[in-house]
């Protein structure tokens, strides 16, 4: 399906995505650029990239595709590196976890050409990084959200859609700041709040031992912890609007279960526990719920 990738960023996504394009047989060729030499090479020995690029833009030279895997913050200038080389033919993407931002860069970035721009966020990913956890099967089964904006050519969304689509992952178009909404419910307060938690702990005395006690739940809740920490002020700075008010509906939800507890209010906290615990059990990734609990 292309000749060559022109892949910005190898790490975790990048590196991944190089990967699962090449198992699928979709690319020939991936020549890669990270900021650090050091990334690059070690990207071309693992076998993620075939060729290593001096610059951005040299990876995009004779690219018929391109994926930007940077930080959110770092797309912009990325863009605008490589905007002279950007032709209508060659399909850019992204994978930035934000995307009202991102299409806001792209727009003053790419100008001209940003219909060749696709901006797409996997709703796959892990708390590690970096190129050395490059995986083909990231983004199997997983979902992809693209958000085109009315300059995206239609020729580019049906291409990303069928590439995605052939990488084993549902396919779904939402608008910039409708996606920035929804993923600051269900992914940055989330990981805001395990962020969260472990502070609250640390910041005990005793927090060793208090740790050292702990058990699958405190795990299962706090792996996103563990998550790269630039990359998540990146994220939070980007989608601090919608990152606030969900903070504040979760502050709102925890006085409610605090204030249940406090005047001894069984009925009210079982009911508010039960709702949660129905609600849970009931969801399936990706799945659309049918019955709301009652
Ligand atoms: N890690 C995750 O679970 C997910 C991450 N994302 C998004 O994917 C993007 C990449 O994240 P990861 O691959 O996890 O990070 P990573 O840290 O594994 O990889 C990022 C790579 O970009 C390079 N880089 C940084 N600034 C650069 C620049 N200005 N020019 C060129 N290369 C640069 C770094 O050296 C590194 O190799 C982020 O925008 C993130 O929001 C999206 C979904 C999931
Ligand atoms: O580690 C996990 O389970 C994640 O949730 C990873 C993740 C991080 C950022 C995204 O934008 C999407 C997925």
Redesign the pocket.
Known sequence: MFEQLGL???????GSFALAMKKAGLVKRVVG????PS?TDRARQLGVIDVEAPS?LLAVAGADIVLV????A?TE??LKSIKHLVTPQMLVMD???TKADVVQAARRALRDQVGSFVPA??I???EV???EHADPELYAGRQVILTPTERTLAAHLRCAEELWTRLGCRVTSMAPEAHDAAFAAVSHLPHLLAFAMMQSVIRQENSDYILSLAGTGFRDFTRIAA??PK?WRD?LRANREEVLVQSRLFQEALQAFEHAIQADDDQSLEDMLTLASETRAHWRMGALRKHKAA
Request: charged share 10%; net charge positive; with cysteine.
């Open positions: 910005i960023g190898c790490g975790l996504m990048g650029y990270s900021k650090s990334t951005a895997a940077v930080p959110v770092a200038a990325t994978v930035g976890s966020h996997p796959a990913g892990r990084s970096g190129v998550s790269d990359m994220i």
